[in-house]
Nanobody
């Protein structure tokens, strides 16, 4: 069973930064792509960023491009989301996600963390 555990959420002022972490367990981490999603109150869950198994390829939602950066440390079974120049619109619960299948781009996500709350005050 794949287990994903996020951490690093909190309250930050607009313009500030946060780094989220997601530790994965239950299978070999380094051969799978990973992703981050978020869900704001009253809205559907949306894609934020994805990264290939090696970390050489990444993809971002237009809303975070240039402000957020996804990375991974395969030795630590961890994927990160560095969030800079944060805006009140970034307020959401952030979820780490992983696919059942190898390969990139990631076609679907099958495993989800419990989420971590990020709140950006204006």
């Amino acid at each position: 069973q794949v287990l994903l555990v996020e951490s690093g959420g909190g309250l930050v002022q607009a313009g500030g930064s946060l780094r989220l972490s997601c530790v994965a367990s239950g299978r070999i981490f380094s051969v799978y792509g990973m992703g981050w999603f978020r869900q704001a109150p009253g809205k559907e869950r949306e894609f934020v960023a994805a990264i290939s198994s090696s970390g050489s390829r990444t993809r971002y939602a237009d809303s975070v491009k240039g402000r957020f950066a996804i990375s991974r440390d395969n030795a630590q079974n961890t994927v990160y989301l560095q969030m800079n120049s944060m805006e009140p619109e970034d307020t959401a619960v952030y979820y780490c996600a992983a696919p059942e299948r190898m390969g990139y781009p990631i076609r679907s996500y099958d495993y989800w963390g419990q989420g971590t709350q990020v709140t950006v005050s204006s």
